[in-house]
T-cell receptor
Framework: DQQVKQNSPSLSVQEGRISILNCDYTNSMFDYFLWYKKYPAEGPTFLISISSIKDKNEDGRFTVFLNKSAKHLSLHIVPSQPGDSAVYFCAASDGGSTLGRLYFGRGTQLTVWP | NAGVTQTPKFQVLKTGQSMTLQCAQDMNHEYMSWYRQDPGMGLRLIHYSVGAGITDQGEVPNGYNVSRSTTEDFPLRLLSAAPSQTSVYFC??????????FGQGTRLTVV
């Protein structure tokens, strides 16, 4: 059973507008969350992360929000650019589990059109 | 600055053949893992290792073997390839449960 869920397989946004990618998780032991970006024919690359002791983390155009009570996190991209078109994976880790093991969602394909 | 290197990038196998996907990292990371990516399925963990000599199974380990004799290398062996193992395989390494660094991937087709 998937412990990290990305229920929207795709999202299409106009350039300059906000992109919001959502992620839900079921394991209450998860205490660290990450977003990865993947272009075709490349490996995933780390984008941004957040610890469960925070509810927001910003890095330039990218902001991740965490709602622990709802077991929900979201990635906001403002403003969206065509180069942001990629698959975005949400991932989580369990503070009590094996070092470094990540649980991934199925990904959301973001398309940013001019 | 190599990071995580996977070889080969592409491979075609016949059903029943065996092969080894290579993964090497030069960052002295203790943790290494193998994932497969299939359409609509995201990244699924096959096997992982927390250090030389220590390996464990992930979500989808059947049909695959791993070993970790050195910190740098973590090969993935397909014992008897099946069409269901057609996928893109990614190796990753990390020094903590923070960000993992991924290789470029190996696209495997089993016919």
């Amino acid at each position: 059973d998937q412990q990290v869920k990305q229920n929207s397989p795709s999202l299409s946004v106009q350039e300059g507008r906000i992109s919001i990618l959502n992620c839900d998780y079921t394991n209450s032991m998860f205490d660290y969350f990450l977003w990865y970006k993947k272009y075709p024919a490349e490996g995933p690359t780390f984008l941004i992360s957040i610890s469960s002791i925070k509810d927001k983390n910003e890095d330039g155009r990218f902001t991740v929000f965490l709602n622990k009570s709802a077991k929900h996190l979201s990635l906001h991209i403002v403003p969206s650019q065509p180069g942001d078109s990629a698959v975005y994976f949400c991932a989580a880790s369990d503070g009590g589990s094996t070092l470094g093991r990540l649980y991934f969602g199925r990904g959301t394909q973001l398309t940013v059109w001019p | 600055n190599a990071g995580v290197t996977q070889t080969p990038k592409f491979q075609v196998l016949k059903t029943g053949q065996s092969m080894t996907l290579q993964c090497a990292q030069d960052m002295n990371h203790e943790y290494m893992s193998w994932y497969r990516q299939d359409p609509g399925m995201g990244l699924r963990l096959i096997h992982y290792s927390v250090g030389a000599g220590i390996t464990d199974q992930g979500e989808v380990p059947n049909g695959y073997n791993v070993s970790r004799s050195t910190t740098e290398d973590f090969p993935l062996r397909l014992l008897s390839a099946a069409p269901s193992q057609t996928s893109v395989y990614f190796c990753a390494s990390s020094y903590s449960r923070r960000e993992a660094f991924f290789g470029q991937g190996t696209r495997l087709t089993v016919v």
